[in-house]
């Protein structure tokens, strides 16, 4: 599955549909992978034992061709057992004088043309209709879509930050230095892990130096900075961030990595950017739905705190 994930990170190959291929004890495993991840398009099971899948076999969506050998009549019938639990579109397909190692000569070549029931999903893109045809008859569990995108894909790496006691001034300049609205306050040297302590807005210094009626210069940023800080980590999936901005109805969030320091920022707008580069995906990680039904809740907040 991890391979699979990798794969399908990749620009020029993430469009199409994957497929899984399993022999012997090892066709259990792209079975249960398949009730797993959604990208999993189709799968040719060969002389193997796909009743050691157990209860996922219920579950499986993807179009699946198990191929068994006519003299091996164990082996045979087991496929028949599991072909009997399965509920997708599956075919058993017999390969006459052949055991399920298929050494016989000739039985590859008979196994290699056996694929009627994946000639419409396999190979090239999935079209729209291959999709529904991988739906069970009858209510499963929901298999999970892995994220073939993270956080760290797509946020800002050059995350820049102000410290607590630096002037509102500095803050200000850094803002029109680097077009951005928004800026972590850190503290921390730079050559170390910077933690950060709160969140700076164009907004916050303006209002700031309106009701304190003093200069920039005489302004230090933890006068006006925001100390509850919402965040999300670098491993974190895109639409795992999409729902922290929503929840705390904020444009863009602070990414952290593991030990808690900053490595990055990443916005609504990069989202925004990236719904529109998937629309011709067959599988989204982000859509534009998504990010207008966020800035929807964001701006309605909004709203809200004007008109109190």
């Not at 058993?92 to 055991?99: C, D, F, G, H, N």
């Amino acid at each position: 599955m991890a391979a699979t994930c990798w794969v399908l990170r990749q620009p020029e190959l993430r469009d199409l549909a994957i497929g899984y291929f399993g022999s012997s004890t090892g066709v259990a495993a792209p079975l249960v992978a398949a009730t797993r991840m959604l990208q999993i398009r189709a799968i040719v099971a060969r002389g193997g034992r796909p009743d050691l899948a157990g209860a996922a076999l219920a579950q499986v969506r993807a179009p699946t061709l198990l191929v068994a050998g006519g003299d091996d009549p164990e082996i045979l019938e087991l496929n028949r057992r599991a072909l009997a639990r399965m509920s997708c579109e599956a075919h058993l397909e017999i390969v006459p004088s052949t055991t399920h190692l298929f050494s016989e000569p000739g039985t590859l070549e008979q196994t290699a043309s056996a694929r009627r029931p994946l000639a419409r999903t396999s190979p090239g893109r999935l079209d729209a209709g291959a999709r529904a045809r991988c739906t069970s008859r009858r209510p499963l569990t929901q298999p999970m879509e892995v994220p073939l995108m993270y956080v760290q894909d797509l946020m800002t790496r050059q995350a820049h930050a102000c410290r607590p006691e630096e002037s509102l001034e500095r803050a200000a300049q850094l803002m029109w230095d680097h077009d951005c609205g928004c800026l972590p306050v850190c503290s921390g040297g730079d050559n170390g892990a910077r933690r950060i302590v709160g969140v700076i807005t164009d907004r916050d210094i303006c209002m700031n130096a309106l009701f304190l009626r003093k200069p920039l210069g005489e302004l230090h940023v933890n006068e006006a900075m925001s100390r509850e800080v919402r965040t999300c980590r670098a491993s974190d999936s895109l639409a795992r961030a999409e729902k922290i901005m929503r929840e705390a109805r904020v444009r863009r969030l602070p990414v952290l990595d593991d030990n808690g320091g900053l490595v990055g920022m990443i916005s609504l707008a990069d989202l925004a950017l990236e719904a529109a580069r998937q629309r011709r995906r067959v599988s989204k990680e982000v859509t534009d739905t998504e990010v207008g039904d966020t800035l929807s809740v964001i701006c309605e907040s909004a709203r809200r705190t004007l008109a109190a």
